[in-house]
């Protein structure tokens, strides 16, 4: 039997489940968060939506959402513009099998009256869309994830040998604010690791040499530059307007610095180290995973950790520790995958093996734990050169 518009619509309400804005509201603020989609065309979504919700048009709903949610039972709720077209698309993926499907009454327009915060969506330009043409191809990233990319921003720790490829790959992706922190000049004997500076580039303050690197490759991007080192007057202000913070640094003192600025203002920090043969990475994130005083309460007296002045360090190492760090800063970004949060990759160039160990959080913590012992930010005495790896 045919059946009219509204006697569609009355049957595809009366088989699903509606809920009304306060409802969403306090499901986005629990612990079981809905994706939330929104499924109207993208001059609607341009004008305005509701935070943090991914934009799959009802068009392409049942085509793209076996690969944009492959785990049926995921809790998922869909507005539009009034109500309808979501309700339409809630009916159409519970016949596919998917179990906990939600449409949003009155839809967008519902939200708005009530007060709901709104974001505003610049939509991606042309020239993005070609040029990022393979992540939008990924349905782990897409349109919604390079956009994530494009307002995000990310602070480098270090213009140095973690820095160089992290800030290349960043820049590449189109990360669309990198801050650099670096108050060392490029030497020559930079040029071995460092791959973002030249050897013309000899005396140069390493962020104005980055700057001119970063730009080449990607001249949309911004780059700030902070020719300073990181000290505890300067650190929170420094990281405060940050997204991530990615920590290429050679030195204990900053390490710790670091770590106790990202427990303060719950920033997630992806940490790199390395030393001749040997790298390491992990991403401390606060309320997430253990963090850095977890491993090492105390730094280590003076004298006992050698730089890599004193030890060396192969060449392309950096490159691959520094990748590695691009990879977890993008997927923290992007809420994808499972960032290296809990667990330390370790790195042995000599016999090309890599190791995982699991990091629990420590209670008795004097940062993070349960009653946390360290209250403001500490400058420790200075264990190894500052050349920035």
């Known amino acids: 039997m045919a059946l009219s518009r509204e006697q569609l619509l009355k049957q595809a309400k009366s088989e699903i489940t509606e809920i009304d804005v306060p409802t969403l509201r306090a499901q ?3 612990q ?8 109207r065309e993208q001059d609607e979504v341009e004008l305005g939506k509701i935070p943090g919700a991914k934009h799959l048009p009802r068009g392409f709903l049942e085509m793209k959402i076996e690969e944009t949610v492959p785990d049926r039972n995921r809790h998922i709720a869909l507005y539009c513009a009034g109500g309808n077209r979501s309700a339409l698309g809630a009916l159409t993926l519970k016949q596919m099998g998917y179990t906990r499907v939600t449409s949003l009454i009155g839809g967008f327009g519902a939200w ?8 505003l969506d610049k939509p991606l330009s042309a020239q993005d869309r070609i040029r990022y043409a393979r992540h939008l191809s990924l349905p782990e990233v897409g349109e919604e994830g390079q956009k994530k990319l494009r307002d995000s921003k990310m602070l480098l720790i270090g213009a140095g ?3 160089s490829p992290s800030a290349y790959y960043l820049a590449a992706a189109g990360v669309g604010t990198l801050g650099i922190v670096d108050n060392d000049v490029v030497d020559v004997t930079n040029l071995q690791r460092q791959i973002l500076h030249r050897e013309v580039d000899q005396g140069v303050p390493k962020v104005d040499s980055a700057e001119r690197a970063l730009k080449a490759l990607n001249p949309a991007i911004t780059i700030r530059k902070h020719q300073l080192m990181i000290t505890s007057e300067n650190a929170l202000e420094l990281c405060k307007d940050y997204d991530v913070i990615v920590d290429g640094c050679d030195n204990f003192p900053t390490r710790y610095l670091l770590n106790d600025v990202s427990v303060m203002l719950k920033k997630p920090i992806v940490h790199g ?3 001749r043969f040997e790298g390491q990475a992990t ?3 606060p309320g997430k995973g253990p963090c850095y005083r977890c491993l090492y309460p105390e730094p280590p007296p003076p004298g006992m950790a050698p730089s890599c002045t004193e030890g060396g360090v192969l060449g392309v190492l950096p490159g691959i520790i520094g990748c590695v760090q691009a990879v977890e800063a993008m997927k923290v970004v992007l809420g994808i995958g499972s960032p290296l949060v809990g667990r330390l990759l370790q790195f042995d160039a000599l016999g090309m093996k890599f190791r995982e160990l699991r990091l629990r959080r420590d209670k008795d ?7 946390p012992t360290i209250t403001k930010l500490i400058d420790y005495e200075a264990f190894c050169s500052v050349g920035r790896g």
């Open 365 to 371: 913590c004097p940062m993070c734990g349960d009653n």
């Open 161 to 163: 040998g973690l820095g």
């Open 32 to 39: 079981d968060v809905p994706l939330l989609f929104d499924v």
């Open 112 to 119: 708005k009256r009530a007060g709901g915060p709104i974001s």
């Open 283 to 285: 991403v401390f994130h």
């Open 28 to 30: 986005l603020e629990s």
């Open 273 to 275: 180290s390395i030393f």
